[in-house]
């Protein structure tokens, strides 16, 4: 069985940081590359950031990048998502998930597997 565990969300003042974590288990972590998505009130859920695999290749949306690093320990079977310079627009739920497939990062419909999420709420 498949499990994905976010943690690390929490309430931030804007400028703040955070560091999510995603713990997986019941995969063979290393295969997968990993994404972190978020989603906020009556909103779509959007991409954040990817990884690859071997952690060789990252990406990121653009509203986050230079202030958001994705990173992996395989050895952990974890992902994280270090969160600097947080915005209220920062604020969501967000979701690791996991892609076999090595399809279109951005996409939601690309991963396997995805984690039940982790408040983000960024205060002004």
């Known amino acids: 069985q498949v499990q994905l565990v976010e943690s690390g969300g929490g309430l931030v003042q804007a400028g703040g940081s955070l560091r999510l974590s995603c713990a997986a288990s019941g995969l063979t972590f290393s295969l997968y590359n990993m994404g972190w998505f978020r989603q906020a009130p009556g909103k779509e859920r959007e991409f954040v950031a990817a990884i690859s695999w071997s952690g060789g290749r990252t990406y990121y949306a653009d509203s986050v990048k230079g202030r958001f690093t994705i990173s992996r320990d395989n050895a952990k079977n974890t992902v994280y998502l270090q969160m600097n310079s947080l915005k209220v627009e920062d604020t969501a739920v967000y979701y690791c998930?996991?892609?076999?497939?090595?399809?279109?990062?951005?996409?939601?419909?690309?991963?396997?597997?995805w984690g039940q999420g982790t408040q983000v709420t960024v205060s002004s």
């Open positions: 998930a996991a892609d076999r497939s090595y399809g279109r990062f951005t996409l939601t419909s690309t991963y396997d597997y």
